[in-house]
């Protein structure tokens, strides 16, 4: 997606916890993204990682150690939460558990000084939008966790924020249901037109809802894309391994040209792969191959690499084959399955591997 | 032949019956120590007062529960309202209500403060603040009387900054009483109040500044409503022991200043009119009883309690 008028700007930020006579801990280190008006955009990364505090940064929850956090173009960084014109949806809900349903919505509202009826009317269409308006007059004891999880938007888009900011809201409830909300996050998204901050540790999730994601890893942002460019054109290994499977090559650059480089595999093949823009690796890199991006051929002169077939896992959809490469190293490629029937492999057969230049990648370590 | 309807209602019955020998033990118990004191009491209330104490067995009177709020006029035997023991009643119910406001407003915070402590830290604060629960309650009044005796600490300091000139009389007035049972029942509501606290998800106090309210509207809308069974809990645990109080009112009140506890004291002593004392103790129990019953329909019907 093209990035359109910037919403949320982070500058250089740093957080940094100073815990009691022991070691202080750099949550996030020098942290700057640009995340653009009615944008998707998912942050994603294993616990630890920053990406729940970068998103309490935005809240306003704690203060930046450095930098600046500018909402269209203003610093908002010292503004307390009250003051700023975004809204969460917390990992557990968060629901005021003394207010029904409609006072839990309507209550950004009532704060902010709205009229009586204007909070009504807009809590009735917040309750429309989520599909919920029976259940105005519940606790929020007496409804299910999608519901609630229901409320806890109504709640947060009420006030119509700029941004809206998601920390882990799906991670609560069961797959069927992870799913159906996944389906209606996105459909609230499109509707309202609201930038979405979405943090996650699921990849999946990541790739299916959002417009642009970034990959974080202690306290750094490693790579913003698109989905599509994060699992098909990963620029480290980190990415490349977290998110998907992998086969990893370890290998020497021979030389480069016209964005490929040809790697003398440590087994001793050589292979051609494809370079990340502008790259000019040289001596020891990690090549990756996706196993769906791989295919598995008879071995012969023709074949990328080679070896012996190890195991077979059969998926369903796919079928797994583990290939032992000549020098040692595993190599999985995966294949769908079709109704015409498998391939006609069988465990420890002499196989090949067979890949193009574009599949494989070179990464930056 | 038994029908299966008959053998379930049998059934029943000899379950009914068992559950009554099987609570046996805990019914003797308290019909022996709690109901029937409460009955001699009553019945004490009832009879006339010895010479020397005591009463006259099986002579029975109304003298001690006209006494509680009448008089007889030693020479022309009319009855008039007993002023002493209204100004002593409305005294009791005047400062135990205080005694109540003041520690909630010293209370909130204090407990507020522990609850957001780390963990750890909590225990210790918590410590800290029942360390004067175990010293011995004549010592802690003691105590209050040094700091607000007329050379005391309070009225030294003020003085040697100048913002008086001579000391101030707290010591003996009904001030002194409030400033001593707020010290000392303090911890009954700090307690049940950080006990509520503590069971607070403050993630909701974040969505609270989330959702554009103040500090001020967090406090009103948010955290109060949701630690009110712990305010209810510690002014009950506060009111009641502040309405009986005896020994603070006597150190620090002195013997113009007397509450209720007091009054109760003086008849089973030198006043030697244990009717009397039995009545009043009863009408102080039922002073209570409505208090607690006025709460606790508060408490219902407003939900009271987490979600």
């Known amino acids: ?365 | 032949m038994a029908t299966p309807r008959e053998i379930a209602v049998a059934a029943e019955r000899q379950d009914i019956r068992n559950r009554w020998l099987l609570s046996s033990p805990a019914l003797v118990i308290i019909a022996l120590a709690a109901i029937g004191p409460l009955f001699v009491m009553l019945l004490y209330s009832f009879m006339l007062k010895g010479d020397y104490g005591d009463v006259k067995a099986w002579q029975f009177s109304s003298d001690g529960w006209f006494g509680v709020f009448l008089q007889r006029d030693i020479f022309d035997d009319t009855l008039t309202l007993a002023d002493a023991h209204v100004t002593i009643f409305w005294r009791s119910v005047k400062l135990s209500l205080m005694t109540t406001v003041v520690t909630l407003f010293l209370g909130f915070p204090t407990a507020y403060f522990i609850a957001t402590r780390p963990a750890k830290q909590r225990d210790i604060w918590l410590f800290l603040v029942t360390i004067p629960f175990w010293t011995n309650i004549l010592i802690r009044t003691f105590a209050m009387q040094e700091v607000i005796r007329n050379e005391g600490i309070v009225n030294s300091a003020m003085i040697w900054i100048g913002i008086i000139d001579a000391p101030i009389q707290i010591m003996y007035t009904d001030w002194a009483i409030l400033f001593g049972m707020a010290y000392v029942y303090l911890p009954l509501m700090v307690l049940p109040l950080y006990a509520s606290m503590e069971k607070i998800d403050f993630r909701l106090v974040e969505a609270g500044y989330d959702l554009y309210a103040t500090r001020l509207q967090v406090l009103r809308r948010i955290i109060i409503p949701l630690v009110k069974p712990g305010i209810i809990a510690g002014s009950i645990l506060v009111f009641i022991p502040s309405l009986g109080a005896y020994v603070t009112p006597r150190v620090l009140g002195g013997g113009k200043n007397m509450m209720l506890g007091n009054l109760i004291e003086l008849q089973f002593g030198q006043g030697r009119n244990w009717p009397l004392g039995a009545a009043l103790s009863i009408t102080l129990m039922i002073i209570v009883t409505l208090a607690l019953l006025v709460y606790v329909k508060n408490a219902s019907k407003s939900g009271g309690g987490h979600g």
Do not use: W
């Open chain 1, 1 to 365: 997606m093209a990035i359109g008028k910037t919403a949320i700007e982070a500058v250089g930020v740093t957080k940094i916890f100073q815990s009691s006579g022991q070691d202080s801990l750099k949550a996030l280190d020098n942290v700057s993204v640009t995340i653009g008006e009615n944008e998707f955009f998912t942050l994603l990364g294993p616990s630890g990682c920053g990406k729940t505090t970068l998103l309490r940064l935005i809240a306003g929850f704690d203060f930046p150690t450095d930098g600046q956090i500018l909402l269209h173009g203003k610093d908002i960084a010292p503004l307390p939460p009250f003051q700023r014109p975004v809204n969460t949806v917390f990992q557990n809900y968060a629901l005021f558990p003394h207010m029904t349903v409609g006072q839990n919505i309507g209550f950004g509202l009532e704060m902010q000084g709205k009229p009586k009826a204007q909070v009504e009317a807009r809590v009735a269409e917040m309750l429309r939008l989520v599909q919920m308006e029976e259940l105005k007059n519940r606790r929020t004891s007496q409804i299910s966790g999608g519901q609630q999880q229901r409320v806890a938007l109504a709640r947060a888009l009420a006030p119509e924020p700029k941004v809206l900011l998601l920390d882990e809201p799906l991670s609560a409830l069961d797959y069927k249901l992870r799913k159906e909300m996944q389906i209606e996050l996105k459909r609230l998204q499109n509707e309202t037109g609201i930038t979405f901050i979405f943090v996650t540790h699921d990849q999946e999730e990541a790739l299916t809802m959002s417009d642009r994601i970034a990959v974080m890893s202690k306290g750094q942002i490693l790579q913003v894309g698109s989905p599509r460019d994060i699992y098909d054109r990963p620029a480290v290994r980190f990415v490349a391994n977290f998110i998907g499977e992998t086969n990893f090559l370890e290998g020497k650059v021979v030389s480069t040209a016209k964005g490929q480089a040809k790697i003398a595999l440590d087994a001793g093949t050589t292979i051609t792969a494809s370079l990340g823009d502008g790259a000019k690796p040289s001596g020891k890199v990690t090549v990756v191959v996706r196993p769906e991006h791989a295919s598995l051929v008879a071995a012969s002169g023709k074949a990328t690499l080679s070896g012996k077939l190890e195991n077979i896992v059969y998926f369903g959809t796919d079928t797994h084959y583990h290939v032992k490469l000549h020098g040692g190293s595993e190599f999985t490629v995966r294949h769908q399955n079709v109704h015409a029937g498998a391939l006609a492999f069988e465990k420890g057969d002499k196989v090949g591997v067979l890949f193009g230049a574009d599949a494989a990648r070179v990464l930056r370590d």
